[in-house]
């Protein structure tokens, strides 16, 4: 069993800053983009920053130069800092991988159970 196990949401006044982490348990033949997606109440949910083996970082514009992501390949982990954070990042963050759980399978995409970050203005 392959599970994705986020840490570090929580509550913040605008401004601030949080660092979000997620470790991926369970062995993996191969690991192409891990990042992190969101989901505020009543929206779908949005990419916020993907790390790919073959197009290097992607953030999605409202979050360009105030988030970092960072992946450790070795340890299957990603991270992402938040800083300057607005009430409009207010949304629950999923943790997210791509790869490939076999040398035959299918490259799949598995999620993390998602862990709530609040901005208050």
């Known amino acids: 069993q392959v599970h994705l196990v986020e840490s570090g949401g929580g509550s913040v006044q605008a401004g601030g800053s949080l660092r979000l982490s997620c470790v991926v348990s369970?062995?993996?033949?191969?690991?192409?983009?891990m990042g992190w997606y969101r989901q505020a109440p009543g929206s779908q949910r949005e990419l916020v920053a993907l790390?790919?083996?073959?197009?290097?970082?992607k953030y999605d514009g409202s979050v360009e130069g105030r988030f970092t992501a960072s992946r450790d390949t070795a340890k299957k982990t990603v991270d992402l800092q938040m800083n300057d954070l607005k009430s409009e990042d207010t949304a629950v963050y999923y943790c997210?991988?791509?790869?490939?759980?076999?040398?035959?399978?299918?490259?799949?995409?598995?999620w993390g159970q998602g862990t709530q970050v609040t901005v208050s203005s």
């Open positions: 997210y991988m791509g790869g490939r759980k076999y040398i035959y399978s299918t490259v799949d995409d598995y």
């Open positions: 369970g062995s993996m033949y191969s690991i192409h983009d």
């Open positions: 790390i790919s083996n073959s197009r290097g970082t």
